[in-house]
């Protein structure tokens, strides 16, 4: 019989999955490693075994015995039936207590439906989002984990070791109940979409309004990453423009065609967002903004038809040039607050609506290293939520409303300017009208209610006294 001798199990073995395994052997945990496909359980024992304590099983049956009880099994397979199917094969095998860990990026219902049936045969099920790609898988994640907190006694000391680290604390925490860690690990991919649009925005108002070439445009977001902005996407959007394609000769954003892909997890936010009632414009745009890319007939027919450029020339529009790239940065950073400030309203909302008890500064802290948006600017959100736990948004918060206050005659400058001079904006945009909207006095939100009260009935209630109202309109008769 086989010994029970690993502290956690991994099957799924592919690139994400070969990495986590390793990172945990590395960290000095036994770790029990299969594959459906046995070959690649042998190629990651004849590769990498050196590097830690691997116990290698060709059957699921093996497997599982070597894993010491309670058993945390991780499962890194495609999100979606891969997972259904991996979770039925194992179910069988196991006993009362032990712990079944989804590593995939599973939507959060799913995660909530399973965690519900292996609960009615006390199996734990644990949610885990992984940020951080395949290097961070490698050399430290962030990890935001759903479940029981039970399962997170077995489960935190492992998790904690083998994520990023700043300053001493761990970019992995329990977030909360079952699918508390997909819901945030969702949320937080969102996030992302609305970061790099951002960017990608202040790239081509660079370009297109003031005509720096993209190795001018390296060298201000490099001098950017030295602020306010340094994080991991700005310090490498320099990269990314100050690469020049080997082939060509030009710069390799030049030769990379202008349709963005995406995986799903943009358009998960956004559903979840209307679902929630959430609005979060910042990831709507930034998700829409990649569709529209890619909408190459439709693309192709309005450039035949409307190509000519407007009346007002760039050199009208801007002004002094260094003063209009400090106004771009100005209007990024307050983009920026706005979708962070969305998507943790988002997760608040998220955990009201499931009941699930989310500490947002945790989210912020376990961001702050590992994942792909990690930034000095999260240092800030988690010090936002120490101050004020109960911040009802993060713009109204000491530091980020002076970051409004002193940006704001700049982001109105640059939006104007993106208007007049043909470059869209809709991330830079939709961030400027959510802040209006919030901060203003009245809303037409008036004028709709009084059409819905007109054509519908749907009634309405007023300022100046309790109680809801109809009016008789001339057509109600
Ligand atoms: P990547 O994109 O990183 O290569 P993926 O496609 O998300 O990985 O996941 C592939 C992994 O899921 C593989 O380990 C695969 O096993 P095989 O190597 O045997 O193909 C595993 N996988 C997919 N479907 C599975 C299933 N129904 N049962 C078990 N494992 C499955």
């Known amino acids: 019989t086989t010994e029970a001798r690993a502290t956690i199990g991994l099957t799924g073995l592919a690139t994400m999955g070969r990495n986590l395994a390793r990172n945990i052997a590395r960290n000095g945990f036994t770790v029990a490693v299969h594959n459906r ?20 099983s060709e059957s699921l049956e093996d497997f599982v015995a070597s894993i010491q009880r309670p058993r945390a099994i991780i499962i890194m397979v495609k999100a979606g039936d891969a997972t259904d199917a991996v979770i039925d094969d194992l179910l069988p095998l196991l006993d009362e207590g032990d712990i079944v860990v989804d590593g995939g990026n599973a939507h959060y219902e799913d995660t909530r439906r399973r965690e519900k049936a292996l609960a009615e045969k006390d199996v734990h099920f644990v949610g885990m989002g992984v940020s951080g790609g395949e290097v961070g898988a490698l050399e430290g994640p962030s990890i935001m984990v759903g479940g029981s907190e039970h399962a997170y006694e077995t489960l935190g000391p492992v998790v904690e070791k083998i994520a990023a680290q700043v300053d001493g604390t761990p970019c992995a925490t329990h977030v909360g109940p079952d699918g508390a860690g997909h819901f945030v690990k969702m949320v ?12 990608a925005e202040s790239y081509d108002l660079l370009r297109n309004v003031l005509g720096l070439d993209p190795a001018e445009i390296a060298r201000v977001f490099e001098d950017w990453n030295s602020g306010d902005l ?10 990314v423009l100050a690469h020049v394609d080997a082939e060509s000769g030009k710069p390799f954003v030049d030769v ?52 000519e450029d407007p009346e007002e020339t760039p050199a009208d529009a801007i002004g002094d040039r260094d003063a209009f790239v400090e106004q771009v940065r100005l209007a990024l950073y307050a983009s920026k607050i706005v979708a962070y400030a969305q998507g943790f309203d988002m997760i608040r909302t998220g955990a009201e609506q499931f009941d699930w008890d989310i500490d947002l500064g945790s989210m912020a802290t376990i961001w702050r290293g590992g994942c792909i948006i990690r930034a000095r600017f999260l240092d800030r959100i988690r010090e936002a939520f120490a101050d004020e736990p109960d911040l009802t948004t993060l ?25 007049r001079t043909g470059v869209p904006v809709p991330a830079f945009g939709s961030s400027l009208s959510y802040f209006d909207g ?13 059409l819905r009260d007109n054509f519908g009935a749907h009634t309405y209630r007023r300022t100046d006294k309790d109680g809801v109202f109809h009016t008789l309109w001339a057509g109600d008769r």
């Open 37 to 56: 496909t046995a070959a690649k359980t042998t190629a990651l024992l004849d590769e990498f075994g050196d590097e830690g304590d691997f116990v290698g």
């Open 230 to 239: 340094e994080s991991f996407l700005i310090e490498m959007t320099a990269d």
């Open 188 to 199: 937080h991919n969102g996030i992302e979409y609305a970061d790099m649009q951002l960017i």
């Open 438 to 450: 919030l901060r203003r006095d009245r809303l037409p939100a008036s004028l709709i209610q009084g």
């Open 256 to 307: 990379v065609a202008d349709e963005a892909e995406q995986k799903g997890t943009g358009r998960w936010t956004v559903q979840t967002g209307l679902e929630l009632g959430v609005p979060i414009t910042g990831i709507a745009e930034a998700t829409f903004a990649r569709s529209l890319s890619g909408h190459v007939d439709q693309r192709e027919a309005a450039r035949s038809m409307f190509a």
């Open 395 to 419: 713009m109204t918060n000491g530091f980020f409303a002076d970051a409004l206050h002193e940006g704001v005659d700049a982001w109105r400058h640059v939006v104007a300017t993106a208007a």
